[in-house]
Structure formats: structure tokens, C-alpha cells
């Protein structure tokens, strides 16, 4: 029932501040319950609404180690928008841990609305 609900407040915020045809609706909604079995954080998926309708090319990364996430758009490419989204989520990493390692480091979990992980 509270997917349902959230599923409803998705589309009708969603159907009130754009148009989306009934498609793109599809995708989204789609794209976010994927999405909720890999972003670790609810901030992160918070996060991910705004992503989604972003302009290409676009790239979200998310730490390996917590809930923490960052992403870039409107590049030129996706291997720039993946190498300014790893950038930024490294240097959120770095204001709480002394370095990135293989361990605390970040990953591309998507790019241009394909989940890659």
C-alpha cells in the first residue's frame, strides 16, 4: 500500500510540473524502484528524482562504504559527466575519511537513466 501511495505521489508531482507523456511516466517509475534496490541512502534517491530528468549526458556515483552520492549532467559526453560524478563523490568522501581507497572510494552506478550496476 505506502508503494502504491508513493508510486501516486510520484506520478501526480511528476504529471503537475511537466509533461511527461504516459512513457516517460512508465520509464521513471520503473528507473526508481530499480533504483531503490541500489541507492544505499534515502538522501541518494532523493537525489536520483532530481538526476533523472536532467539533460544528457549525465553519470550517478555512489560510495562504495556509506549512503553518500553525487552527479553530474549536461555534458558533453558520458565519460566526462563519469569522471566529474566520481570527482564529486570522492571529494565528499574526503571531508569525512583521510583518503580514497579501493574501499572508500565511489562507483557509476548510472548513466544517462541506464542503471549499470
Same mark, same amino acid.
Given at each position: 500500500?505506502?508503494? &502504491?501511495?508513493?508510486?501516486?505521489? =510520484?506520478?501526480?508531482?511528476?504529471?503537475?510540473?511537466?509533461?511527461?507523456?504516459?512513457?516517460?511516466l512508465e520509464g521513471y517509475s520503473k528507473s526508481l524502484e530499480?533504483?531503490?534496490? #541500489? *541507492?544505499?541512502?534515502?538522501?541518494? =534517491? @532523493?537525489?536520483?528524482? +532530481?538526476?533523472?530528468?536532467?539533460?544528457?549526458? +549525465?553519470?550517478?556515483?555512489?560510495?562504495?562504504? !556509506?549512503?553518500?552520492?553525487?552527479y553530474s549532467t549536461n555534458m558533453t559526453n558520458s565519460e566526462?559527466? =563519469? @569522471?566529474?560524478?566520481?570527482?564529486?563523490?570522492? *571529494? /565528499? *568522501? *574526503?571531508?569525512?575519511?583521510? @583518503? #580514497?581507497? @579501493? /574501499? &572508500?572510494?565511489?562507483?557509476? =552506478? !548510472?548513466?544517462? !537513466?541506464?542503471? &549499470?550496476?
Amino acid at each position: 500500500m505506502i508503494k &502504491v501511495i508513493g508510486l501516486l505521489t =510520484v506520478f501526480i508531482g511528476l504529471a503537475s510540473c511537466s509533461s511527461l507523456s504516459q512513457a516517460d511516466l512508465e520509464g521513471y517509475s520503473k528507473s526508481l524502484e530499480k533504483g531503490k534496490t #541500489i *541507492l544505499k541512502s534515502n538522501i541518494a =534517491v @532523493e537525489k536520483f528524482k +532530481k538526476y533523472y530528468n536532467a539533460p544528457n549526458h +549525465k553519470a550517478f556515483a555512489q560510495s562504495k562504504i !556509506n549512503g553518500a552520492g553525487a552527479y553530474s549532467t549536461n555534458m558533453t559526453n558520458s565519460e566526462f559527466a =563519469v @569522471e566529474s560524478a566520481l570527482e564529486k563523490c570522492h *571529494l /565528499r *568522501l *574526503l571531508k569525512k575519511y583521510k @583518503e #580514497i581507497t @579501493e /574501499r &572508500v572510494s565511489c562507483e557509476i =552506478v !548510472n548513466i544517462d !537513466n541506464q542503471w &549499470v550496476k
